[in-house]
């Protein structure tokens, strides 16, 4: 009996010693919660003290501006000729794809639905400002950013670079981590915006090697990071909370089609004239083509010839992001079909081989599959843009050339007389401008990959793994 007796002391000992620890457990949790949204919530002070100090309205928005009054002494200004009416209904459209389909495509965990939709949500509000601010201080005026509608929507195409990274560290990281990494990751990728843009000047209307391609590697070279230091038991843990279910494939066949039906407005949103219309076309014709193909490839290559979720949610939309580059350029529609079909089969065969082969041997793991829909393609569209850059000429495009290539206009001013306008540029040569392309695809790469890998390994600290929602 004393022998029972000590056994069961003994045991209530310890059961008090795990209650104990699981007290204490998780009142370090609360503590580290609290910190970190207190982090949060400076950080958002820290951002109302930047727009104080350095934003105002832009013109057609500033009712001091007495160019913007329509009344007649001062000159009637036409309220139909405010920049606001190009991109409104872009905005939108591209307000939708950001906080609406990303949120619910990344929603297919059934363990993780209320963090994919609500990190989204906080991530994209948080860091549209931040990008405002980061894009502005390039486009200075008087020591002030002028915002208007166009610095919204160039915000919000910079905030999906981070939700593309998100989609890589899905379930791997934690809020304050993910903020951490989009802040480096917006001021990077505005540098390298910057660069490709203005100095090299080459042509990415649909942002596939600034955006998907840039966030596409940024993200898996930070998951490359963290996973040096993970625990191969955690890794393990992760991987098996990687499931999904009926409701939660359902949610995020919902972000797919809102990103499918909206895409042509992300690709088109700051062109205007025939290369808008041309945008469109293209866009919406890679997407039905890309769409099509992922269906027929995914019963293809799934062993009882039935549809897999996993391509139906992503490889569709694939096209959108291979058109992207060449998407203002004389493909033709045939091209755009053929482009689409290329990247949805593309997609599909790298969810089937590419990515297990990806975490198998270089042990970066991809929860959405990024490297597929994103990452893959964006490369196939800096490609095709460098073809078609290297074919235009000056009789295809006529005087649109310079518009889509304005390093190929004459370097000697010349007054143009269909366009009424000077027209002044680099000389550069068709092959010279693909290079440029190719350039710039290798320079987003580099710099991706090393400034994510740098961001993962400054991220391994802060690995406190709790939920929020």
């Not at 982090?39 to 350095?54: H, T």
């Not at 010839?305 to 992503?314: L, S």
């Not at 949805?344 to 793991?365: E, K, M």
Request: net charge neutral; aromatic share 14%.
């Amino acid at each position: 009996m004393n022998g029972d007796f000590w056994r069961r002391s003994n045991m209530n000992q310890r059961n008090i010693s795990y209650e104990f620890s699981n007290i204490k457990s998780l009142r370090v949790q609360r503590i580290r919660r609290m910190g970190d949204m207190l982090v949060l919530l400076s950080l958002q002070l820290f951002l109302l003290i930047m727009f104080v100090e350095f934003s105002k309205y832009y013109p057609d928005a500033d009712a001091s501006d007495l160019h913007t009054s329509s009344h007649p002494v001062f000159g009637g200004f036409d309220p139909n000729l405010n920049t606001y009416r190009k991109y409104n209904s872009m905005f939108q459209d591209i307000h939708v794809m950001v906080f609406l389909g990303f949120g619910f495509l990344m929603a297919f965990l059934k363990k993780y639905g209320y963090s994919s939709i609500g990190f989204n949500f906080f991530l994209a509000a948080i860091l549209v400002q931040w990008a405002i601010l980061c894009r502005g201080f390039f486009h200075l005026s008087n020591l002030k950013i002028p915002i208007s509608v166009e610095s919204l929507v160039e915000a919000d195409i910079a905030v999906a670079s981070v939700l593309i990274s998100m989609g890589v560290l899905l379930g791997q990281t934690t809020l304050l981590q993910l903020i951490i990494m989009g802040i480096i990751e917006i001021a990077v990728y505005q540098c390298n915006f910057y660069v490709g843009d203005e100095i090299l000047k080459i042509a990415d209307a649909g942002a596939s090697i600034f955006v998907h391609t840039f966030g596409a590697y940024f993200g898996l070279a930070a998951s490359f990071a963290l996973s040096r230091f993970k625990r191969k038991n955690d890794i393990e843990s992760d991987k098996s909370l990687e499931s999904s279910n009926y409701t939660s494939d359902l949610f995020a066949m919902i972000g797919t089609i809102f990103l499918w039906i909206y895409w042509p407005s992300f690709n088109s949103a700051e062109l205007s004239g025939d290369d808008q219309h041309r945008a469109i076309i293209n866009t919406y014709l890679s997407l039905a083509a890309s769409c099509a193909t992922a269906f027929a490839f995914s019963a293809i290559l799934t062993p009882d010839t039935k549809f897999d979720m996993v391509h139906v949610q992503n490889s569709t939309l694939a096209g959108g992001v291979a058109i992207g580059a060449s998407v203002n350029m004389m493909i033709q529609p045939y091209g755009a079909i053929f482009l689409g079909m290329l990247a949805g089969a593309l997609s599909v065969i790298g969810y089937n081989y590419i990515t297990p082969w990806i975490d198998r041997n270089l042990h970066i793991h991809d929860t959405c599959g990024v490297h597929n829909l994103h990452g893959m393609p964006g490369v196939l569209a800096a490609l095709v843009s460098a073809i078609l850059a290297a074919i235009a000429t000056e009789s295809q495009y006529h005087t649109g050339l310079y518009d889509i290539f304005p390093a190929r206009a004459p370097t000697i001013p010349s007054f143009n007389q269909d366009v009424y306008r000077h027209i002044q540029g680099d000389g550069r040569t068709a092959m010279q401008q693909a290079g440029y392309q190719i350039l710039a695809l290798i320079m987003t790469v580099v710099v991706a990959i090393v400034t994510g890998f740098l961001t993962g390994i400054s991220n391994k600290t802060l690995c406190f793994h709790y939920s929020f929602l």
